[in-house]
């Protein structure tokens, strides 16, 4: 069991940061369609919830780089939704903490790989 749970937390990692870096991304060019469609933070902190149940798995057993760089991605991550939803800014934070994310992931992914081949 444990030696599938860290390759899992990384995927759903991974997985969770793609799917909000595409939302992040696509989303304002939605919004120029008059389909009626608003931006909703909470989506956002959805995604974010999602990525720190991965994150908290994994910095546990993996390495200073790897933890480090899951850390600094998810403050990003939260500090540009949570200056969304109590201020109505919008910073571009959100974007390189999901980058950060994704090859947080991956590093974790492919060292556990090695270790465990």
């Keep these: 069991m444990k030696k599938t749970a860290t390759p899992f937390y990384d995927i759903l990692g991974i997985s969770s940061a793609t799917i909000c870096l595409v939302h992040c991304l696509l989303f304002p060019l939605l919004t120029i369609l008059p389909l ?3 931006h909703n933070p909470y989506v956002d902190l959805f995604f974010a919830l999602m990525g720190l149940f991965a994150v908290l798995k994994i910095i546990k057993k993996s390495t200073r780089l790897v933890s480090g760089i899951l850390i600094i991605s998810m403050a990003l991550i939260w500090i540009s939704i949570w200056s969304e939803i109590l ?8 974007f390189i903490g999901g980058i950060g994310m994704i090859i947080g992931h991956f590093l974790n992914y492919k060292s556990h790989k090695k270790t465990h081949s």
């Design 36 to 38: 009626g469609i608003s």
């Design 87 to 94: 201020f109505d800014i919008h910073l571009d934070f959100i």
